[in-house]
């Protein structure tokens, strides 16, 4: 019985690391970043960030896909937001995400018939989109700052001032407005090119963003 008692035990000190180690990928992955504050004032330019537009996401045909002409009119006004950005010099990127906890990776494999893990060809930027050359940075959390080549490019383009568009907006959309505001960016959020899966957890989120210092388009 003691070798049972000890294998027992074994079992729950496991069991308890592994639920730790559960809830500290996921509160990561749901944090905003923080960085060193940027001057404003050698920051002239503006870049429109567009995040998490993957087929992976905004195709998927889980509890959480989203209806189609919601997305489709979402992912026309990202397209008049490129339009208007490339016309009038506004630097555009792209964000895409990819799992790379290996923890993450099981249990969106177990839960969501792993969208957004490695390898998968619909990791690609929806091919509604019209990308061009722009540049794409990959992250693994919410806060795209999480991403030091994307802080480095808005560094090298002089960039201090940020619109999102994209999805989730409750989630990758207002982590990343939360990591620029605290840098010191000013953010503007194009609501009509965002998409949300949970639309009533929007509203508090939108008014604690306004309250620092995100407007609203």
């Given amino acids: 019985?003691?070798?049972?008692?000890?294998?027992?035990?074994?079992?729950?000190?496991?069991?308890?690391?592994?639920?730790?180690?559960?809830?500290?990928?996921?509160?990561?992955?749901?944090?905003?970043?923080?960085?060193?504050?940027?001057?404003?004032?050698?920051?002239?330019?503006?870049?429109?960030?567009?995040?998490?537009?993957?087929?992976?996401?905004?195709?998927s045909t889980g509890s959480n896909a989203f209806e189609p002409g919601y997305r489709d009119a979402a992912i026309a006004e990202i397209n008049q937001a490129l339009v208007s950005a490339r016309t009038d010099g506004t630097e555009v990127v792209f964000i895409k995400h990819v799992f790379r906890d290996w923890l993450a990776i099981l249990l969106v494999k177990l839960v969501a018939k792993g969208v957004g893990t490695p390898g998968r060809p619909e990791l690609r930027i929806d091919p509604a989109l019209e990308r061009r050359e722009a540049p794409v940075f990959e992250k693994s959390v919410g806060d795209a700052f999480s991403s030091a080549a994307f802080e480095d490019w808005l560094a090298e383009k002089k960039v201090g001032r940020l619109t999102l568009v994209g999805l989730d907006s409750c989630h990758c959309v207002q982590l990343t407005a939360k990591g620029a505001l605290a840098r010191g960016f000013q953010v503007e959020i194009r609501e009509p090119g965002t998409l949300t899966a949970t639309p009533q957890k929007w509203g508090p989120l939108k008014q604690e963003l306004s309250d620092a210092g995100a407007v609203f388009c």
């Fill in 1 to 59: 019985m003691t070798g049972l008692w000890s294998v027992i035990g074994l079992l729950a000190v496991g069991l308890a690391g592994l639920v730790l180690y559960t809830f500290k990928i996921m509160r990561k992955i749901g944090t905003p970043t923080h960085g060193e504050r940027i001057d404003p004032g050698t920051r002239p330019n503006a870049a429109l960030v567009v995040i998490d537009v993957q087929e992976d996401f905004t195709r």
